[in-house]
């Protein structure tokens, strides 16, 4: 891959980080009068807890999730996400009078060995259910929806878009993959959906999106079942789009790219042609997240005890204690 890793440049508007600190330049602000090539643009981008950079031989954004603390969603992770689609919107606009786009694909992956997320913020569901913080948990669920979907209509600029998952991609780690137009598994790679093991259900996604890629029937049994399956199985039934070996991911993306740049305009426009059949509105995300909210303050101690299991276990993975996916016995 050709990458231009963070060079130094001086302009008039710096970055900033999620947290809103400065930490240097920021290139290509619409109304600045000029731009820079759009690979030295994204090198200067600076997020806490994500790493991008933009391969000009592919035309491919890639993002890597690279978070402080537990890889989960942490409201931290997903600001930056959704500043990191804010700049991917601002570069298309700032040359779309000129008819550049600055790439045509884009890969989410991450750079936790082993893990591409394991879902949503456990310990802090836990606190906000013990206080009654109905309004708390429909916010974090929010949020999380809106970049969601800002993921499934490609942030609205013509992109093709992919996750890739190298590792296990649990409960909102597997929403999140399912939001892109395709996903690239390696085979070792684990996905499921385990909320239902304390009482729970995915309430930022799954619901939607695996209904639209499988049927009503195959989705309830995926999510019912807490089951965590293997990137091969989710292969042999259509929802892992591109199987990879092991340590092969990034050339798989590559290799798909290669195959199918000349064909850019008509898959982009296949993709939005599926959304239109299949259409996944904000608001029916954000209509089940406040299912999913109002689900979550009814759980009782019992529930609230597997889930905080589930976060002590990824906090000991994290350490290098447990070597797989965590995982929760039914009761």
């Given at each position: 891959?050709?990458?231009?890793?963070?060079?130094?440049?001086?302009?008039s508007?710096?970055?900033r980080?999620?947290?809103?600190?400065?930490?240097?330049?920021?290139?290509?602000v619409?109304g600045?009068?000029?731009?820079?090539?759009?690979?030295?643009?994204?090198?200067?981008?600076?997020?806490?807890?994500?790493e991008?950079?933009?391969?000009?031989?592919?035309?491919?954004?890639w993002?890597?999730?690279?978070?402080?603390?537990?890889?989960?969603y942490?409201?931290?992770l997903?600001?930056?996400?959704?500043?990191?689609?804010?700049?991917?919107?601002?570069?298309?606009?700032a040359r779309?009078?000129?008819?550049?786009?600055?790439?045509?694909?884009?890969?989410?992956?991450?750079?936790?060995?082993?893990?591409?997320?394991?879902?949503?913020?456990?310990?802090?569901?836990?606190?906000?259910i013990?206080?009654?913080?109905?309004?708390?948990l429909?916010?974090?669920?929010?949020?999380?929806?809106?970049?969601?979907?800002?993921?499934?209509?490609?942030?609205?600029?013509?992109?093709?878009?992919?996750?890739?998952?190298q590792?296990?991609?649990?409960?909102?780690?597997?929403?999140?993959?399912?939001?892109?137009?395709?996903?690239?598994?390696?085979?070792?790679?684990k996905?499921?959906?385990?909320?239902?093991?304390?009482?729970?259900?995915?309430?930022?996604?799954?619901?939607?999106?695996?209904?639209r890629?499988?049927?009503?029937?195959?989705?309830?049994?995926?999510?019912?079942?807490?089951?965590?399956?293997?990137?091969e199985?989710?292969?042999e039934?259509?929802?892992?789009?591109i199987?990879?070996?092991?340590?092969?991911?990034?050339?798989?993306?590559?290799?798909?790219?290669?195959?199918?740049?000349?064909?850019?305009?008509?898959?982009?426009f296949?993709?939005?042609?599926?959304?239109?059949v299949?259409?996944?509105?904000?608001?029916?995300?954000?209509?089940?997240?406040?299912?999913?909210?109002?689900?979550?303050?009814?759980?009782?101690?019992?529930d609230?005890?597997?889930?905080?299991?589930?976060?002590?276990?990824?906090?000991?993975?994290?350490?290098?204690?447990?070597?797989?996916?965590?995982?929760?016995?039914?009761?």
């Amino acid at each position: 891959m050709t990458y231009l890793h963070k060079p130094t440049i001086l302009t008039s508007e710096p970055a900033r980080t999620s947290s809103g600190a400065e930490v240097g330049p920021r290139l290509g602000v619409p109304g600045a009068g000029s731009f820079a090539p759009a690979h030295l643009e994204v090198a200067a981008l600076r997020y806490d807890n994500l790493e991008v950079a933009l391969d000009t031989e592919h035309r491919c954004f890639w993002a890597w999730q690279r978070p402080t603390g537990r890889p989960s969603y942490t409201m931290a992770l997903m600001q930056d996400i959704s500043a990191m689609q804010s700049d991917i919107q601002r570069l298309f606009a700032a040359r779309a009078q000129g008819g550049e786009r600055p790439f045509d694909w884009f890969v989410m992956g991450s750079r936790v060995p082993g893990i591409f997320n394991l879902g949503g913020d456990l310990g802090l569901f836990g606190e906000l259910i013990r206080k009654g913080d109905l309004a708390a948990l429909r916010h974090y669920g929010h949020v999380a929806v809106e970049a969601i979907h800002r993921n499934h209509v490609a942030f609205d600029v013509p992109v093709v878009t992919m996750a890739l998952v190298q590792g296990d991609a649990l409960g909102g780690g597997f929403e999140c993959a399912l939001s892109y137009d395709l996903i690239v598994a390696e085979k070792s790679a684990k996905l499921g959906l385990p909320e239902i093991l304390f009482n729970m259900f995915p309430g930022m996604g799954a619901v939607s999106f695996l209904a639209r890629r499988l049927d009503r029937a195959r989705a309830e049994k995926m999510i019912l079942s807490g089951r965590v399956y293997t990137a091969e199985e989710l292969h042999e039934m259509g929802v892992v789009d591109i199987l990879a070996e092991d340590g092969m991911g990034e050339a798989a993306v590559e290799e798909y790219i290669e195959r199918n740049t000349r064909k850019h305009n008509a898959l982009y426009f296949a993709q939005k042609a599926r959304r239109r059949v299949n259409p996944i509105t904000i608001e029916e995300l954000r209509d089940i997240v406040d299912l999913w909210a109002e689900a979550a303050i009814n759980l009782g101690e019992s529930d609230l005890r597997k889930m905080a299991r589930l976060t002590a276990a990824q906090d000991r993975r994290m350490n290098g204690l447990t070597p797989a996916a965590p995982a929760l016995a039914a009761e």
